[in-house]
């Protein structure tokens, strides 16, 4: 199972929206065959196991890190392959959590003779599909807040001047996380002060599973814009992948110039304030299958989808600089008053990238979840 699991890892940056999934089959204590899912529409790891192991399939025990699917996608269902090619026993490292399948891919297995065990690094199969099983279970996706500041914790001076708080290197962390994600959000302050590219610029020879000639996948870029000021000229617009302008603002001529500028228009009902009510946003986007969202965005933002419940993990970068008291801290948040009002954080991880140390850390977990527990992986 931790063969299939670093299989299902190289999918990590290609299958979206489908989940990343590895599959090894054994027979006699050799591998026969081995898989995993490259890019939805393209065969299940099952599948290609079972191809790679031809005949020597028959009586293998499969293991694989998602339950197989017993439905009809865009592919034919892998339990049917299974049972075509004559596997015994699958081990099975947890459940497939589309309601489509939730059990039956086992049950159809068990109720044909096959030896079927679940749950073996079950953890560890969860933690590389968060937004997967976030999207089917809550209909929202897995949400990564992403913050560079200073040792204090500022992010920018008193004037909004923020270039470069975090170094080349934790820049370059981050383009990792934008690559895992279906969608990267941010809002519109972040938009008309760095005009940000927001988009995936890894050499595609870095990404295993994709072949010479593919570029790498551009996350749905997302801007919070609740009064439409989105620049026509923004240097996102033109760019590889697509851009949501999200808002509440129903005015025909300026959604036509956002139109024509290469960008879609979502018109969001507004929260009290009159702005983009985010958790209406959010599960929006998982209607549109966004399984992994970064939020990459200021203190308003970051501090909005704080206090609505909506992140899921903070990443943290720190540079090792102070800023001062002038400078701007990390979330625009309510006044806290109280000690007891303070926001719980769990740190999941520690480590130092270049000269910048990174946090990631779970907002409202309390107390503390054991280090390495269930960590989904950064990169
Ligand atoms: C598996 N093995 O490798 C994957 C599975 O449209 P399709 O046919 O690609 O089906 C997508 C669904 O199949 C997806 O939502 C999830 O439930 C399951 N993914 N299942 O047995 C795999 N990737
Ligand atoms: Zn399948």
Redesign the pocket.
């Known amino acids: 199972m931790g063969r299939a699991l670093k299989l299902a890892e190289l999918g990590l940056y290609t299958?979206d929206p489908?989940?990343r999934?590895g599959c090894v089959l054994l027979r006699d204590g050799c591998i026969v065959g081995e898989g995993y899912?490259r890019r939805?529409g393209e065969p299940?790891?099952?599948r290609i196991a079972i191809d790679a192991a031809g005949e020597l399939a028959r009586g293998a025990t499969a293991y694989v890190t998602?339950e197989?699917?017993c439905h009809h996608?865009?592919?034919p269902p892998?339990t049917d392959a299974l049972l075509a090619a004559g596997v015994a026993r699958v081990v099975v490292a947890v459940e497939?959590p589309?309601p489509v399948?939730d059990g039956r891919g086992l049950e159809r297995l068990r109720a044909a003779g096959v030896a079927v065990t679940t749950g073996v690094l079950e953890g560890a199969a969860r933690a590389l599909n968060p937004g997967f099983y976030k999207r089917m279970r809550q209909r929202l996706p897995y949400v990564r807040c992403k913050l560079a500041a200073s040792l204090d914790g500022r992010t920018a001076m008193a004037d909004g001047e923020s270039r470069w708080i975090s170094s080349e290197q934790a820049r370059a962390d981050v383009q990792w996380l934008r690559a895992r994600s279906s969608a990267v959000v941010t809002g519109i302050g972040t938009v008309l002060t760095d005009d940000p590219s927001l988009n995936v610029r890894l050499d595609p020879a870095l990404i295993p599973a994709l072949a010479a000639d593919e570029p790498v996948r551009q996350p749905l870029r997302v801007v919070v814009d609740s009064r439409l000021r989105m620049p026509a000229p923004a240097r996102m617009l033109p760019l590889p992948g697509a851009t949501l302008i999200a808002t509440c603002v129903e005015e025909p001529r300026a959604i036509a110039a956002m139109t024509s500028a290469g960008a879609e228009v979502r018109i969001c009902p507004p929260n009290a304030d009159g702005q983009v009510e985010l958790r209406a946003l959010f599960a929006y986007l998982a209607e549109r299958e966004i399984n992994e969202v970064l939020i990459e965005a200021g203190p308003t933002l970051a501090g909005a989808a704080l206090a609505a419940g909506l992140i899921d993990e903070l990443i943290l970068y720190l540079a090792p600089h102070l800023m001062g008291d002038a400078a701007r801290g990390l979330f625009r948040l309510p006044a806290l008053a109280r000690m007891e009002q303070r926001i719980p954080l769990a740190i999941t991880d520690v480590r130092q990238v270049g000269p910048d140390l990174r946090i990631s850390a779970r907002p409202g977990v309390e107390p503390a979840i054991a280090p390495g527990s269930e960590l989904p992986p950064v990169r």
């Open positions: 299958t489908n989940p999934v899912h939805a299940h790891a099952e998602l197989p699917c996608g865009r592919t892998c497939d589309n399948v």
